[in-house]
Nanobody
Framework: QVQLVESGGGLVQTGGSLTLSCAASGIIFSISTMNWYRQAPGKQRELVASISSTSSTSYADSVKGRFTISRDNVKKTVYLQMNSLKPEDAAEYYC???????????WGKGTLVTVSS
């Protein structure tokens, strides 16, 4: 029943912007911390940004000041606004939720962000 569906990935030029969306279903979204991860080829998956149920946010040092995570509890959607994109930002971006009941992690299928240089 848990479903996370990312969208918004694509090709952008260095310095450009892109907004990713993750639509969630099957979870009590309003009380859930939501996360964005990314994984580039040959690299480990890394946490990019998190937003808590109270809209407290945290970011990886590499994206601070450039990325903004936000949420819409009515739409049950979490967003990642990415500005000043760098080639290093190119990766598959994944939406993540950890079950409050079991602690199990759930992942979307990912959306690809390509940054041209």
């Amino acid at each position: 029943q848990v479903q996370l569906v990312e969208s918004g990935g694509g090709l952008v030029q260095t310095g450009g912007s892109l907004t990713l969306s993750c639509a969630a279903s099957g979870i009590i979204f309003s009380i859930s911390t939501m996360n964005w991860y990314r994984q580039a080829p040959g690299k480990q998956r890394e946490l990019v940004a998190s937003i808590s149920s109270t809209s407290s946010t945290s970011y990886a040092d590499s994206v601070k000041g450039r990325f903004t995570i936000s949420r819409d509890n009515v739409k049950k959607t979490v967003y990642l606004q990415m500005n000043s994109l760098k080639p290093e930002d190119a990766a598959e971006y994944y939406c993540n939720w950890q079950s409050i009941r079991t602690g199990m992690n759930f992942w979307g299928k990912g959306t690809l962000v390509t940054v041209s240089s």
